[in-house]
T-cell receptor
Framework: DSGVTQTPKHLITATGQRVTLRCSPR?????VYWYQQSLDQGLQFLIQ???????AKGNILERFSAQQFPDLHSELNLSSLELGDSALYFC????????????FGNGTRLTVT | QQQVKQSPQSLIVQKGGISIINCAYE??????FPWYQQFPGKGPALLIA?????SEKKEGRFTISFNKSAKQFSLHIMDSQPGDSATYFC?????????FGPGTRLSVLP
């Protein structure tokens, strides 16, 4: 168990809808990363927060947004969903901003129908 | 410069054999190199990691070899077991930047 909690585990929704994925980092970890993994694909970096502030952005679509709250949990909001957004979404946390490992949750599997 | 190349894409090894996965990077700013193991339906889990001041690190059956001058590092799995069948990702890090390789799907035949 990595100590990173992601909810929900599964999400099925229709095109055009909006969903929110939630991540609780490991106790003491200040940094949260979001990744997208499509079927049999690698890990695509979306966005990173450190202690409530956005610090890095990857290939995140404008329809997607995220935030990290004062209690350090993070939410990833996906709107105007398309079929191609179906994927596993992982959250990872780290104690610092580098030089220490990322600890991944077990992901949220999003299916857009 | 931010890419990490990983090979092979897939690997089939007999039980008891040695599995070798190779990675290469360009950006010399990278200073932390972890390997992750991912089982289907699960998140990647940290397996072993190395910093560029050492050339080798061993933990049980898993060994990282690091060649700073060649900007390459590799994962060796000794005495491979069917339970090692998973996808393996190498990664390179500096600051908040984590760059992952595309992954290697390992199958260990019983």
């Amino acid at each position: 168990d990595s100590g990173v909690t992601q909810t929900p585990k599964h999400l099925i929704t229709a095109t055009g809808q909006r969903v929110t994925l939630r991540c609780s980092p490991r106790s003491g970890d200040l940094s949260v990363y979001w990744y997208q993994q499509s079927l049999d694909q690698g890990l695509q970096f979306l966005i990173q927060y450190y202690n409530g502030e956005e610090r890095a952005k990857g290939n995140i679509l404008e329809r997607f947004s995220a935030q990290q709250f004062p209690d350090l949990h993070s939410e990833l909001n996906l709107s105007s969903l398309e079929l191609g957004d179906s994927a596993l979404y992982f959250c990872a946390s780290s104690v610092a901003q580098g030089g220490s490992p990322l600890h991944f949750g077990n992901g949220t599997r999003l299916t857009v129908t | 410069q931010q890419q990490v190349k990983q090979s092979p894409q897939s690997l089939i090894v007999q039980k008891g054999g040695i599995s070798i996965i190779n990675c290469a990077y360009e950006n010399t700013a990278f200073d932390y190199f972890p390997w992750y193991q991912q089982f289907p339906g699960k998140g990647p889990a940290l397996l072993i990691a190395i910093r560029p001041d050492v050339s080798e690190k061993k933990e049980g059956r898993f060994t990282i070899s690091f060649n700073k001058s060649a900007k390459q590092f590799s994962l060796h799995i000794m005495d491979s077991q069917p339970g090692d069948s998973a996808t393996y990702f190498c990664a390179a890090n500096y600051g908040q930047n984590f760059v992952f390789g595309p992954g290697t799907r390992l199958s260990v035949l019983p």
